[in-house]
Structures are given as C-alpha cells and as structure tokens.
C-alpha cells in the first residue's frame, strides 16, 4: 500500500460497530469481515495477507482510559499493539486521560516539595488559608504569589515531555502505541488512528501557560482538579484532560 493510500485510511467514517469500548475489541477479532478492522491492521503496518488470526480484548487498571491489547499471529511471527480508546459524542467534549494524587505524581516526575505544596493547595488536598478566595477549599493559581506562579510554570514547562508522555502513553508493557478516536454524533460515526508519538505532539504542541480560569494548559491539556465525587476526598486528586477530536484537526 502506499503512503497516499495510507493517508486517506488515517480516518474515515463509519455507520454501526462503535457502541463502547469493547465493540472495538470485537470489530478487531471479527477483523476478516470488518472493513474499519481490515483499515486500522493496514495503517499499524500488517500485510493482511500473512495475518492469521487477531485477538483483541480490554484492559483495564492501566491507565485511567480503556485500552485494547491486540495480539495478532502472523505466519512467521507474533506481535502486539495496544490502543488507546477515545469514544466522542460532544466535538466540544472533555476527556479525562490521567488522574492521580499529587504524591503519586511527585514519586512519577520527583516533584520538589515546595511544589507540592502548590498542587496540593490547588486540588485542595491542604487546605488554604488566605481569605478571600474563589472557593475557600482550594487555591487557584492566579490566586498564588508571581513567585510561586514562577515555580508551577518553571517545573511544568521543564519537564514536560516527560509529563506528557506519562499522560497519554503511560509506561511498561501496557503503554499505549496507538490512539484510536471515535466521534458519534448525529447518527454519523467518524475516527481517526494516529500513532501515540502523533498524538503526543498534537495534543503536547504549544506552551504551558495558566488558563483563563486559573488552571494549568500544557498545550492542548487541560491540567484541573478533579472535582466532583459527592464532596468525597477523591475531588481533591490532579487530573488532566483533552478534547481528543482535535486529533481529527490534525
């Protein structure tokens, strides 16, 4: 196949087999019969032809998005893809793609402590005591002193390869190699398949700077308390969050 054939399979559009998840799982195993399955084994680089059998199923716990680990036999090999799933029903919509307390993420990206601090009081993991603020559970940063405004944008802007890679690829065996993003609106199903690296610098492309609404933009990620859950501590993690049909404006 060639490269111009290989550019007009990066997307398309569909009309039945995207319901959830693990629909995509089955249009993989059921890949003989399935025209996207037959698209997206073409654009991850297989020769259908020496394909033998495919076998997709879900995994969980690895990542805060559901991903598909396709196995696929092949005559003379074996070899494995893992997916990055995002169904989409808002082309304005949020999705989450990473969540986790602020110690967690200090253990990921070795945080410095005073910066910790800061994303604590962000979340509202401590509790902040200047008056006058927004919400009296947390601190927004354009509620922060300019030095300590200095401090987020500096560590952030330093290491943000590094953090947007954890977000989006994840590591170990089950990091993702692919981003597969489903938009169902109207009756009418669009995707696109890009590898993870694409997707990286996609949704990495820009500078970290502070949001209008006192969060944290790192590029096209949105980096928020999490919120939410009933008033429950689990409110006060970090998550970050994108709107995964921008991969379609690429």
């Known amino acids: 196949m060639c490269p111009t054939d290989l550019v007009k399979l990066g997307s398309s559009t569909a009309k039945e087999g995207f319901a959830n998840e693990r629909s995509i799982a089955e249009k993989f195993n059921n890949w003989k019969n399935d025209a996207d399955a037959k698209k997206w084994l073409e654009l991850m680089g297989y020769n259908l032809p020496e394909i033998e059998k495919v076998i ?21 090999a074996i070899s494995a893809e893992n ?16 969540k986790r307390w602020v110690d967690r993420y200090k253990e990921l990206w070795n945080i410095p402590d005073d910066i910790v601090k800061l994303l604590k009081l962000f979340t509202g993991e401590i509790k902040p005591t200047e008056t006058n603020l927004r919400d009296t559970r947390r601190m927004y940063f354009d509620e922060m002193t300019e ?7 500096g560590f952030f802007t330093k290491n943000k390869i590094l953090i947007v890679t954890d977000i989006l690829k994840g ?14 609106t109207g009756g009418k199903v669009e995707w696109v398949l890009k590898t993870i690296n694409e997707a990286m610098n996609v949704f990495g492309n820009g500078e970290v700077v502070f949001s209008p609404r006192g969060s944290l933009d790192i590029g096209l990620i949105g980096m928020q308390r999490k919120g939410g859950d009933g008033g429950r501590p689990t409110a006060n993690m970090l998550q970050f969050k994108i709107n995964p049909v921008n991969l379609m404006d690429d």
């Open 56 to 76: 997709a199923v879900i995994v969980h716990g690895y990542k805060t998005d559901v991903q598909v680990q396709i196995t696929i036999f092949m005559k003379t």
């Open 171 to 184: 590591r170990g065996i089950f990091s993702a190699g692919w981003m597969l993003v489903v938009l169902r």
């Open 147 to 153: 030095d300590d405004r200095r401090k987020i944008l």
């Open 83 to 98: 997916l990055s799933v995002k169904l989409v029903s808002n082309p304005q919509g949020f999705n989450q793609v990473d």
